[in-house]
């Protein structure tokens, strides 16, 4: 009797571990599917604004923030659609998803603070303290999953991937994850501000306006997918532990290279409308399109061109090839 009552559990058990497997393996699939979708939708945009820009600091970030998540995402991909991985790959596997995570949201936040440093006229008084609170957090967060001491392990064939098998520690990787909340809540406040002080002395910056409203839309995606992740942390089981995690390293590439693409699309849309005016032509009365004169800027000096707020580069403009 005890050994079939033991036969039922087992079967159980391994009931229980295929159905949280397959659902973490199609979580990230949906996560990869999506990745690739957006880097193939933006590969046209990222060409215009991204690759024929000058190497700089936000280019580099752009591209370590991008291309991250997906090189992340394939090793998953290739660990997770697998079999028989040893304990010691599985054990690595999961403390270098786990730091590469929290990497990617500080990469994510970083694109962020770039925002809240230009909305606030580049005042490090305000956003040096901002983002040592995203850089505090970060590190706190790491030392806790570190602390939590896991243990994973990959199971019997013919089921593929690594799972986690356990926490010595489960209350620190637990509430790790409330540290990211508080980093993405501080971004956030500042960015409220800020669209209080717009409505407040109702400037009509159509630049400032979609910064602050871009970055709402990227605060309110993480938020709601961190909040979603520490509720399935609390609640479930430790093999649904990573439904949501995919989903957590490609909004901050999905979005947070949106964020950047579209900051430098419309500078330059409301830098050319300024002067998409007619102006008087050295002829006296007779006009012609500002645009015409960008067709001279070949011959024109590089320090006569209009320069892009960020990087200080060259922006490209019609007619500069």
Same mark, same amino acid.
């Given at each position: 009797?005890?050994?079939?009552?033991?036969?039922?559990?087992?079967?159980?058990?391994?009931?229980?571990?295929?159905?949280?497997?397959?659902?973490?393996?199609?979580?990230?699939?949906?996560?990869?599917?999506?990745?690739?979708?957006?880097?193939?939708?933006?590969?046209?945009?990222?060409?215009?604004?991204?690759?024929?820009?000058?190497?700089?600091?936000?280019?580099?970030?752009?591209?370590?923030?991008?291309?991250?998540?997906?090189?992340?995402?394939?090793?998953?991909?290739?660990?997770?659609?697998?079999?028989? &991985?040893?304990?010691?790959?599985?054990? &690595?596997?999961?403390?270098?998803?786990?730091?590469?995570?929290?990497?990617?949201?500080?990469?994510?936040?970083?694109?962020?603070?770039?925002?809240? &440093?230009?909305?606030?006229?580049?005042?490090?008084?305000?956003?040096?303290?901002?983002?040592?609170?995203?850089?505090?957090?970060?590190?706190?967060?790491?030392?806790?999953?570190?602390?939590?001491?896991?243990?994973?392990?990959?199971?019997?064939?013919?089921?593929?991937?690594?799972?986690?098998?356990?926490?010595? &520690?489960?209350?620190?990787?637990?509430?790790?994850?409330?540290?990211?909340?508080?980093?993405?809540?501080?971004?956030?406040?500042?960015?409220?501000?800020?669209?209080?002080?717009?409505?407040?002395?109702?400037?009509?910056?159509?630049?400032?306006?979609?910064?602050?409203?871009?970055?709402?839309?990227?605060?309110?995606?993480?938020?709601?997918?961190?909040?979603?992740?520490?509720?399935?942390?609390?609640?479930?089981?430790?093999?649904?532990?990573?439904?949501?995690?995919?989903?957590?390293?490609?909004?901050?590439?999905?979005?947070?290279?949106?964020?950047?693409?579209?900051?430098?699309?419309?500078?330059?849309?409301?830098?050319?409308?300024?002067?998409?005016?007619?102006?008087?032509?050295?002829?006296?009365?007779?006009?012609?399109?500002?645009?015409?004169?960008?067709?001279?800027?070949?011959?024109?000096?590089?320090?006569?061109?209009?320069?892009?707020?960020?990087?200080?580069?060259?922006?490209?403009?019609?007619?500069?090839?």
């Amino acid at each position: 009797m005890d050994s079939s009552t033991d036969v039922i559990q087992d079967i159980a058990s391994l009931k229980a571990l295929a159905i949280a497997l397959f659902s973490s393996k199609y979580s990230l699939l949906g996560a990869y599917t999506v990745l690739v979708y957006d880097i193939t939708l933006m590969l046209s945009d990222e060409m215009k604004y991204i690759w024929r820009r000058e190497w700089s600091s936000v280019k580099r970030l752009y591209m370590v923030n991008r291309y991250l998540a997906l090189l992340i995402q394939t090793i998953d991909i290739g660990i997770q659609f697998t079999e028989g &991985h040893s304990q010691r790959v599985c054990q &690595h596997y999961w403390l270098y998803r786990f730091a590469l995570t929290i990497t990617v949201l500080i990469m994510g936040a970083s694109i962020l603070t770039i925002r809240v &440093h230009a909305v606030y006229r580049k005042n490090w008084k305000i956003t040096g303290p901002v983002y040592a609170v995203i850089i505090l957090c970060a590190s706190i967060c790491a030392a806790l999953v570190y602390m939590s001491e896991l243990e994973a392990n990959s199971p019997d064939p013919p089921l593929p991937g690594c799972y986690i098998q356990s926490f010595k &520690h489960p209350f620190f990787i637990i509430n790790a994850w409330i540290l990211p909340l508080v980093g993405e809540s501080v971004l956030s406040s500042a960015m409220v501000y800020k669209a209080w002080e717009l409505w407040r002395t109702k400037q009509n910056s159509v630049l400032l306006t979609n910064i602050v409203y871009d970055s709402l839309i990227y605060y309110i995606s993480i938020f709601v997918l961190l909040v979603t992740n520490f509720l399935i942390w609390q609640t479930q089981p430790v093999n649904f532990y990573l439904l949501i995690v995919p989903w957590l390293q490609i909004t901050p590439c999905v979005l947070g290279g949106r964020l950047l693409i579209n900051m430098r699309q419309r500078y330059r849309d409301e830098t050319l409308a300024s002067v998409d005016q007619t102006e008087t032509s050295t002829y006296g009365r007779f006009k012609r399109p500002v645009q015409e004169e960008y067709e001279l800027q070949k011959y024109m000096p590089a320090s006569s061109l209009p320069r892009d707020l960020y990087t200080g580069s060259s922006i490209y403009l019609p007619g500069s090839d």
